[in-house]
């Protein structure tokens, strides 16, 4: 019964029942000065008693693990993305199984739209037909689609210097676009504030429980697209958290269920320009006037929203963190479009880019999964970056043929 799902606050532990307001846990939001780390981020607890209740056909059955029926959710068809086994990319390192997870291929383009999905049928059972979000572009982009796969209302919080095809996607989706003069740390809490005083559902990312809840499905997919055999270093993304947190929410679910037997080694890779999580999670550091820049747009956040718990999380599961920069992350891009014909966008070859920094320590025989959450198409001002545009020929068939550069 979906009436079991309960929230755990991760700051104190407190136990809620699911309920459409609560968002934080009302005894830590107090303490949650603007522009900080979220206190009292809400997760979602599985019901005592459901691992004894499910067939194994039912387990195969995600729905059956998130807290809203399946006949809330929009018609849409989310997650379910391909993993491809990376065999160029083996030859050359000598790894023997390397698999890339490509979360650009959701509906728009982006690994957000797990928990957009979740969402949007959480405000549909609650009879909500508005949602608010902030976003530095995907969540914006993948909210605005969902909802209108869904009929709902979507209100988007963007800096304005967002990558113009995340901003057009909300446009043809038909979203109120609030384009806002500042950053995303400012969109996040003006996003709040019209939340609040509107009375509609916020979709904020960690601020939402349902956005963890709904990015863990992808560890689910790992496992059965798998077939028990394990994974022993997952790289992925990190600006706000979130992934992390649901990554690692999917996997440890899945022990509980008993359909798992170890969590694999889970790599988070920061831009060593935008590193709030990096830095709390290795130097125990906050640095609350952090000013990110890299050109990974989707993983350039100051203050990271999720970061107590991302923290948290990653430490319980013995995870690691690392840093690579704007140059290995152009290099990783343009690197793994050559090598595996899959063009993501600059914060999810951050993943790439992490192991190939990391490959010399671990041992080849390891199975690595590569989470690569958004496509490379939404952001080509970056990727020209790492191209270079051929000059036009004349157009004279032997003229080409003498002057094209065969290399
Ligand atoms: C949002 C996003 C990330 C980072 O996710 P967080 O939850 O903010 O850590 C990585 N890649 C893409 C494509 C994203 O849209």
């Given at each position: 019964m979906k009436e079991d799902f309960k929230y755990k606050c991760d700051s104190c532990g407190r136990i809620y029942g699911i309920e459409k307001d609560l968002m934080l846990c009302p005894h830590c939001r107090e303490d949650n000065p603007e522009g900080r780390p979220l206190k009292g981020v809400l997760k979602v607890m599985l019901p005592e008693g459901l691992k004894q209740s499910l067939n194994e056909k039912e387990k195969q059955n995600i729905f059956n693990f998130l807290p809203v029926e399946e006949k809330y959710f929009p018609s849409i068809s989310v997650g379910n993305t391909p993993l491809v086994e990376a065999e160029n990319i083996q030859k050359e390192s000598g790894f023997q199984s390397i698999y890339l997870k490509f979360d650009g291929s959701n509906p728009t383009g982006s690994f957000k739209d797990r928990a957009s999905y979740l969402v949007s049928a959480f405000a549909k059972k609650n009879n909500i037909n508005e949602i608010v979000v902030a976003s530095t572009g995907n969540a914006a982009?993948?909210?605005?689609?969902?909802?209108?796969?869904?009929?709902?209302?979507?209100?988007?919080?963007?800096?304005?210097?967002?990558?113009?095809?995340?901003?057009?996607?909300?446009?043809?989706?038909?979203?109120?676009?609030?384009?806002?003069?500042?950053?995303?740390?400012?969109?996040?809490?003006?996003?709040?504030?019209?939340?609040?005083?509107?009375?509609?559902?916020?979709?904020?990312?960690?601020?939402?429980?349902?956005?963890?809840?709904?990015?863990?499905?992808?560890?689910?997919?790992?496992?059965?697209?798998?077939?028990?055999?394990?994974?022993?270093?997952?790289?992925?993304?990190?600006?706000?958290?979130?992934?992390?947190?649901?990554?690692?929410?999917?996997?440890?679910?899945?022990?509980?269920?008993?359909?798992?037997?170890?969590?694999?080694?889970?790599?988070?890779?920061?831009?060593?320009?935008?590193?709030?999580?990096?830095?709390?999670?290795?130097?125990?550091?906050?640095?609350?006037?952090?000013?990110?820049?890299?050109?990974?747009?989707?993983?350039?956040?100051?203050?990271?929203?999720?970061?107590?718990?991302?923290?948290?999380?990653?430490?319980?599961?013995?995870?690691?963190?690392?840093?690579?920069?704007?140059?290995?992350?152009?290099?990783?891009?343009?690197?793994?479009?050559?090598?595996?014909g899959i063009f993501c966008e600059p914060s999810s070859a951050a993943s790439f880019a992490g192991f190939l920094k990391l490959s010399e320590h671990i041992p080849k025989n390891k199975t690595v999964v590569l989470l690569l959450t958004g496509h490379g198409l939404k952001d080509i001002d970056s990727a020209l970056k790492s191209v270079k545009f051929p000059k036009a020929f004349e157009a004279d068939i032997d003229y080409i043929i003498d002057n094209l550069n065969l290399q």
């Open positions: 982009s993948s909210m605005a689609g969902i909802a209108a796969a869904a009929g709902q209302k979507a209100f988007i919080f963007m800096p304005e210097s967002a990558p113009k095809a995340k901003l057009v996607q909300c446009l043809q989706y038909g979203a109120e676009l609030i384009p806002v003069k500042g950053n995303y740390d400012r969109a996040f809490d003006l996003s709040l504030k019209f939340s609040q005083r509107k009375g509609f559902l916020s979709r904020n990312t960690a601020y939402n429980p349902m956005t963890i809840e709904g990015k863990k499905t992808v560890s689910f997919e790992l496992n059965s697209q798998l077939q028990g055999k394990g994974i022993d270093y997952l790289f992925l993304p990190v600006g706000d958290g979130v992934v992390l947190s649901g990554v690692i929410k999917g996997f440890t679910d899945l022990k509980l269920m008993g359909m798992l037997d170890r969590i694999p080694k889970i790599i988070g890779v920061q831009s060593d320009k935008s590193s709030f999580v990096y830095n709390a999670f290795c130097y125990n550091r906050f640095e609350f006037d952090y000013k990110a820049s890299t050109i990974a747009d989707s993983i350039s956040v100051n203050v990271a929203r999720n970061c107590y718990s991302a923290v948290k999380d990653l430490k319980d599961v013995e995870g690691e963190m690392t840093l690579v920069s704007d140059e290995e992350i152009l290099y990783a891009q343009n690197k793994l479009s050559r090598m595996s």
